[in-house]
C-alpha cells in the first residue's frame, strides 16, 4: 500500500485495519503511559518536583554566597561592557547618518 493511501474497506463486522501512522501513535501513547507509571510513588501519585516558592535564605559568609558574589561582580562586568558597545554602536549610526545626509558621498539626497 503506498504512502497517504487509504486502507481497503473494512470486511462487515471486521474491526478496521490500523494504518502505520496509528501504529506509531498507539506505540507512542503506551511508552508516555510506561514512563508515567514508573515516575509514580506505589500509591498513584507522580514524581513531579516542585517549584520552591519565596526567597532562599543564604547565610552571610557562607560558600554559597561568597560564590553569588563572585557572579554579581561578572554579571555588572558584562552588563558594562554591553552597555558601552550599545552606546558605540549608537554613535557610530548617528555619524554615519549624519555623514550620508551632509556629506551626501553617493548623491542620494
Given amino acids: 500500500m503506498g504512502r497517504g493511501a487509504e ?8 474491526p478496521p485495519r490500523a494504518t502505520e501512522e496509528a ?5 507512542a501513547v503506551l511508552a508516555t503511559e510506561a514512563a508515567r507509571r514508573s515516575s ?8 513531579t518536583p516542585r ?6 535564605k543564604v547565610k552571610e559568609g ?10 554579581y561582580v561578572y554579571v555588572g562586568q558584562d552588563l558594562r561592557r554591553i552597555a558601552v558597545v550599545a552606546a558605540i554602536l549608537f554613535t557610530a ?16 539626497y
Fill in 7 to 14: 486502507p481497503p474497506a473494512a470486511i462487515p463486522g471486521a
Fill in 23 to 27: 501504529d506509531l501513535v498507539a506505540g
Fill in 40 to 47: 509514580a510513588t506505589p500509591d498513584g501519585t507522580p514524581l
Fill in 51 to 56: 517549584a520552591q516558592r519565596g526567597h532562599i
Fill in 62 to 71: 557562607s560558600l554559597l554566597a561568597r560564590r553569588a558574589q563572585d557572579e
Fill in 93 to 108: 549610526l548617528i555619524v554615519l547618518w549624519l555623514f550620508f545626509t551632509v556629506v551626501d558621498p553617493f548623491d542620494l
